[in-house]
Protein backbone atom coordinates (compact mmCIF):
# COMPACT_ATOMS: atom_id res chain seq x y z
CA UNK A 1 0.00 0.00 0.00
CA UNK A 2 1.61 3.47 -1.15
CA UNK A 3 2.09 6.31 1.61
CA UNK A 4 -0.94 8.23 0.26
CA UNK A 5 -3.25 5.83 1.14
CA UNK A 6 -5.03 5.83 4.12
CA UNK A 7 -6.96 2.94 5.91
CA UNK A 8 -10.70 2.28 5.30
CA UNK A 9 -11.19 2.16 9.09
CA UNK A 10 -9.00 5.53 9.58
CA UNK A 11 -10.84 7.46 6.59
CA UNK A 12 -14.81 6.24 8.09
CA UNK A 13 -13.68 7.61 11.93
CA UNK A 14 -12.78 10.58 9.91
CA UNK A 15 -15.90 10.84 8.13
CA UNK A 16 -18.10 9.80 11.50
CA UNK A 17 -16.17 12.70 13.16
CA UNK A 18 -17.38 15.44 11.01
CA UNK A 19 -20.92 14.12 10.63
CA UNK A 20 -23.96 15.71 12.64
CA UNK A 21 -24.95 13.83 15.26
CA UNK A 22 -28.67 11.97 15.53
CA UNK A 23 -30.95 14.06 17.74
CA UNK A 24 -29.07 17.95 17.14
CA UNK A 25 -32.13 20.30 17.01
CA UNK A 26 -32.76 23.14 15.09
CA UNK A 27 -35.36 26.45 14.46
CA UNK A 28 -36.36 27.27 11.40
CA UNK A 29 -38.83 30.24 10.77
CA UNK A 30 -42.55 29.03 9.58
CA UNK A 31 -42.24 32.67 7.06
CA UNK A 32 -42.87 32.83 3.42
CA UNK A 33 -40.11 33.80 1.05
CA UNK A 34 -36.19 33.40 1.17
CA UNK A 35 -34.62 32.13 4.51
CA UNK A 36 -33.97 35.16 6.62
CA UNK A 37 -31.58 35.99 9.61
CA UNK A 38 -33.36 34.85 12.95
CA UNK A 39 -32.99 38.49 14.04
CA UNK A 40 -35.30 39.91 10.61
CA UNK A 41 -38.91 39.02 12.36
CA UNK A 42 -38.28 37.21 16.16
CA UNK A 43 -42.27 37.17 17.03
CA UNK A 44 -42.85 34.62 13.76
CA UNK A 45 -43.69 31.26 14.34
CA UNK A 46 -41.02 28.37 14.40
CA UNK A 47 -41.03 24.59 13.46
CA UNK A 48 -38.31 22.48 15.69
CA UNK A 49 -36.67 20.04 13.69
CA UNK A 50 -34.57 17.28 14.36
CA UNK A 51 -31.79 15.60 12.77
CA UNK A 52 -32.80 11.40 12.43
CA UNK A 53 -29.40 10.49 10.31
CA UNK A 54 -30.87 11.41 6.77
CA UNK A 55 -33.15 14.25 6.82
CA UNK A 56 -34.26 16.73 9.27
CA UNK A 57 -37.77 16.03 10.40
CA UNK A 58 -40.17 18.54 12.60
CA UNK A 59 -41.13 18.00 16.02
CA UNK A 60 -42.76 20.69 16.95
CA UNK A 61 -44.32 24.17 16.57
CA UNK A 62 -43.20 27.15 19.12
CA UNK A 63 -44.39 30.70 19.09
CA UNK A 64 -41.54 32.95 18.50
CA UNK A 65 -37.59 32.69 18.24
CA UNK A 66 -37.33 32.60 22.07
CA UNK A 67 -39.61 29.82 22.43
CA UNK A 68 -38.16 27.93 19.61
CA UNK A 69 -34.22 28.56 21.80
CA UNK A 70 -36.01 27.20 24.55
CA UNK A 71 -37.05 24.06 22.95
CA UNK A 72 -34.10 23.39 21.16
CA UNK A 73 -31.56 24.18 24.00
CA UNK A 74 -30.44 21.11 26.13
CA UNK A 75 -29.73 23.55 29.14
CA UNK A 76 -32.27 24.92 31.45
CA UNK A 77 -33.37 28.32 30.99
CA UNK A 78 -31.02 31.06 32.44
CA UNK A 79 -32.03 32.63 35.29
CA UNK A 80 -30.51 36.18 36.04
CA UNK A 81 -29.03 36.70 39.13
CA UNK A 82 -28.08 40.17 40.65
CA UNK A 83 -24.64 40.79 41.58
CA UNK A 84 -24.59 43.35 44.72
CA UNK A 85 -22.69 46.77 44.09
CA UNK A 86 -21.82 45.86 40.39
CA UNK A 87 -22.87 48.21 37.77
CA UNK A 88 -21.67 47.49 34.13
CA UNK A 89 -22.73 51.50 33.17
CA UNK A 90 -20.88 53.15 36.14
CA UNK A 91 -18.65 56.07 36.38
CA UNK A 92 -15.51 55.47 33.78
CA UNK A 93 -12.25 57.05 32.38
CA UNK A 94 -12.73 55.80 29.09
CA UNK A 95 -12.99 58.43 26.32
CA UNK A 96 -16.02 56.50 25.24
CA UNK A 97 -18.06 57.79 28.70
CA UNK A 98 -17.20 61.38 28.05
CA UNK A 99 -20.33 63.46 27.55
CA UNK A 100 -19.77 65.88 24.60
CA UNK A 101 -19.39 69.47 25.72
Not at 31 to 41: E, I, K, Y
Not at 72 to 100: C, E, M, Q, Y
Amino acid sequence: MPDDEEPLSAWYMRREARRRPVGERRVVSLHAGPTRGSHVDPQAPRIVEEWDGYSWQPVSVADGYAAGCRAVSALDAAVAVPVPGFNPLGPGTGRHRKIPT
